[in-house]
């Protein structure tokens, strides 16, 4: 089973963008999807995430200008993203953990131009 992301591209600063991630196929007993993200030279770290019963974590960086969803029939997990800025600009990577399984997406790069 594959995460296959979509979404990202280059966007101007106070922008938006939506990003999705849709499992290739079924996954079962997923505790929560979320996404992380990655700057050039930076560590990996997580944006957002949420739980199957919809419970939410939110960076403090990004409260109340992303928001985390998800559909849980269709193994889809979407990350709107609004009010975007230049340090927002980073690899987005989904992930799904079922419990001892990780699975995660290839990564999608958004750009955030000044």
């Known amino acids: 089973v594959q995460l296959v992301e979509s979404g990202g591209g280059l966007v101007q600063a106070g922008g938006s963008l939506r990003l999705s991630c849709a499992a290739s196929?079924?996954?079962?007993?997923?505790?929560?999807m979320g996404w992380y993200r990655q700057a050039p030279g930076k560590q990996r770290e997580l944006v957002t995430r949420?739980?199957?019963?919809?419970?939410?974590y939110y960076e403090d960086s990004v409260k109340g200008r992303f928001t985390i969803s998800r559909d849980n029939a269709k193994n889809t997990v979407y990350l709107q993203m609004n009010s975007l800025k230049p340090e927002d600009t980073a690899v987005y990577y989904c992930?799904?953990?079922?419990?001892?399984?990780?699975?995660w997406g290839q990564g999608t790069q958004v750009t955030v131009s000044s």
């Open positions: 196929g079924s996954i079962f007993g997923i505790d929560y």
């Open positions: 992930y799904f953990f079922a419990n001892p399984y990780n699975y």
């Open positions: 949420i739980t199957i019963g919809g419970s939410t």
